[in-house]
């Protein structure tokens, strides 16, 4: 089992020595579901930190993440192993100038120069990633929405260089984009009301909102965010990775601790760096990993100085994009109060797509907003515009507006997107006088229910969990990464794969979105080219027969005591 896999399992996702007639996966284990219910009791071990009680969960906390199976490993490794072997052959052949070579080098009069390309550095994108660069970057000439239409494209030097073909992919089903609601479309109140926008104010700003870009509009927005949220106050933003990378800086600094879950995405890693603070890095979704670190930073304080950290910092995200993971927030909060912390929870994924009223993961846990120290999140996805928030008091708020590398020096946000966003939330809140915004919610947590059942029924392996929009299909060997892409776009299926750096060697994947706008016959098109692309690939690799309820990291005893 690799240290990946052994992380997920650490908290929550038990593994059990076959027994009982349990059928195990090829390597010996079985993995299950983490299933957290609403009634137990603390464990009386005194030695034993929990951090939970008995109102935490007020329903059943359902992920999944079967184990690799020892086969898939081996030859996983194996294929990476075969394709590093002839990439240094090819690169040998390159250096002689018996293959033709189209990376950048250096130029023989630089030999004494620092290099500016490192070999090694490159290796992977020369000769694995180049094999399969024609899956990513394909141009798209539609509406991204439930379907759209993909420029073909043919390459005449093994990914190198691409031709346009003049030919156009129609009705492509988009199983890709982040468009949880649906509102990615050109058509509807959302596009009407951007038409309108653009008519009053134009397309472009010029200036930043502290010089002569503040609008009216983007006060309204505002207002209106942080009225959605629950919080005092809010602040948009034009772009959702400056949202993080450029706040967090101006939140902490020089003495202050950072503690961050290992699967975090990169604008919260950079902004983190930039910060000049101290971090620490938790197993993901890990609650005892968290606890110690916290524990640790109070007992021990800073380094040599021993001294009492100025401010911690935890950084959490609702939904984990690669993973279709959600925070364990109820326990988050736990620990953040029991220790002093301050959180910041990053819901990109999670706003308007979790909960029952579109709220994010605070609202899919019935948690109180004002619990949530900094409450960040993007207008890119569930809400089909651009930018990115930061909502909570009013001092924080205010605060930003002064400090924000974001504030000060970024152009404001373009009046129509400002506009999508605005209707789009009043559709979501009900402002609008209809129940479309209800209604897209209840489609799009019906069509992740069934996408999810179906994908388990047929076999294959997913992780996530069960309310979670963002499905990850495990394909594991790197051929089947460019090879599932190729195969389900000929069935008129768009598809993200993923594979090394992105997620663990071992563990690419492809990732599905589902979204409100897919209609059921949509997904059983997509479900039927999946069936039949896994049965050509070999990807139903899945073990599972009954899974084995446990309780994350509290003992079974503690349930038995109940």
Request: glycine share 8%; proline share 4%.
């Amino acid at each position: 089992m690799t240290e990946s896999s052994a992380n997920k399992l650490l908290n929550g996702d038990a593994r059990h020595r076959t027994s009982n007639g349990k059928k195990s996966s090829k390597n010996g284990f079985v993995k299950n579901h983490c299933v957290f219910q609403q009634k137990y009791r603390r464990p009386r071990d005194k030695n034993q930190n929990v951090t939970h009680n008995s109102s935490l969960y007020q329903k059943p906390f359902l992920e999944s993440y079967e184990e690799t199976p020892l086969l898939v490993a081996v030859l996983t490794y194996m294929g990476y192993g075969i394709l590093t072997v002839f990439g240094y052959l090819r690169d040998f052949l390159r250096h002689w100038n018996i293959e033709k070579c189209n990376v950048a080098r250096e130029r023989p009069e630089q030999k004494d120069f620092v290099p500016l390309y490192q070999d090694f550095e490159n290796f992977y994108t020369r000769n694995l990633y180049m094999r399969i660069r024609d899956n990513w970057n394909r141009p798209i000439c539609s509406v991204p929405g439930a379907k759209m239409d993909l420029v073909e494209r043919v390459s005449n030097d093994y990914n190198w260089t691409f031709e346009h073909t003049g030919k156009v992919a129609k009705g492509v089903i988009n199983m890709g984009s982040y468009n949880y609601l649906g509102f990615a479309e050109n058509v509807g109140a959302c596009a009407d009301a951007a038409i309108e926008s653009t008519q009053k104010y134009g397309v472009g700003v010029g200036s930043t909102r502290c010089e002569m870009g503040n609008l009216d509009i983007h006060e309204e927005l505002e207002q209106l965010v942080a009225r959605f949220l629950g919080v005092e106050s809010s602040m948009a933003f034009g772009m959702g990775f400056a949202t993080n990378s450029m706040n967090i800086p101006a939140l902490t600094g020089k003495g202050c601790l950072i503690l961050s879950d290992e699967l975090n995405h990169a604008s919260l890693v950079l902004g983190a760096r930039l910060s000049g603070s101290t971090i620490r890095v938790f197993k993901h979704n890990n609650m005892q990993s968290l606890e110690k670190l916290l524990r640790d930073a109070i007992v021990h304080g800073q380094p040599r100085t021993h001294r009492p950290w100025k401010k911690i910092l935890i950084v959490v995200e609702g939904i984990y994009s690669m993973e279709g993971s959600v925070v364990r927030l109820p326990e988050v909060i736990a620990l953040k109060k029991r220790y002093k912390a301050y959180l910041y929870l990053d819901e990109a994924h999670s706003i308007g797509a979790m909960g029952p009223n579109g709220k994010g993961v605070v609202d899919y846990f019935g948690l109180d907003p004002k619990d949530v120290d900094i409450m960040m999140g993007t207008f890119t996805k569930s809400f089909g515009a651009a930018g990115g928030y930061i909502g909570g008091k009013k001092e924080l708020i205010d605060y930003l507006r002064a400090h924000s590398h974001s504030a000060l020096y970024a152009t404001s946000i373009s009046p129509p997107v400002a506009q999508q966003i605005i209707t789009s939330m009043k559709i979501i809140m009900g402002e609008d006088g209809t129940s479309l915004g209800a209604d897209r919610l209840k489609q799009l947590s019906e069509n992740t229910n069934y996408f999810r059942r179906k994908l388990l029924d047929m076999g294959v392996i997913i992780y996530g969990n069960d309310d979670s929009p963002v499905v990850p299909m495990m394909l594991y060997m790197p051929a089947k990464i460019g090879a599932f892409g190729r195969e389900m776009l000929k069935r008129n299926i768009g598809t993200v794969v993923v594979g090394f750096p992105a997620t663990p060697i071992i563990e690419s994947r492809a990732r599905f979105c589902v979204s409100a706008a897919h209609t059921r016959e949509m997904l059983d098109t997509a479900l039927a080219a999946i069936s039949e692309v896994g049965d050509l690939l070999q990807l139903k690799y899945s073990r599972r027969e009954q899974p084995i309820p446990s309780l994350g990291w509290m003992s079974e005893e503690s349930l038995l005591q109940d």
